[in-house]
């Protein structure tokens, strides 16, 4: 029975859903905004959620975890510049702003952008 199973897939297999998370979290990161749906931005704040608040302690075992995902540039980024601005902030490290929406599918658009 599939009762209390609710979770958001994006049409999307396990495999390409961590991989598409993956891809629009790495230009988040490095741009530090960025404009998609509505409930891509919401699958995404949570998984940065947990990226950032490991990238606040700059440890090796923190470093390999962050790099199994992401690309060097990337974790250099997150631990370098992102976890140190957010070290005493205890979480919500991101915003969801709503724009209008999309012309050819009326899909509700947002721009996700970290705090400063």
Do not use: C, W
Request: without cysteine; positive net charge.
């Amino acid at each position: 029975m599939r009762h209390r199973k609710k979770r958001q897939k994006l049409g999307r297999t396990h495999s390409q859903r961590r991989a598409f998370l993956r891809s629009l979290v790495t230009p988040l990161v490095l741009k530090e905004r960025i404009t998609t749906t509505e409930g891509k931005a919401k699958k995404i704040k949570s998984f940065l959620e947990k990226i950032i608040s490991r990238s606040r302690n700059n440890t090796l075992a923190n470093r390999r975890i962050l790099l199994r995902d992401f690309s060097p540039k990337v974790v250099n980024k997150l631990i370098e510049e992102i976890g140190p601005r957010y070290k005493e902030r205890p979480g919500g490290y991101s915003r969801i702003i709503k724009t209008s929406s999309r012309k050819n599918d009326t899909a509700s658009m947002v721009i996700i952008e970290l705090i400063k």
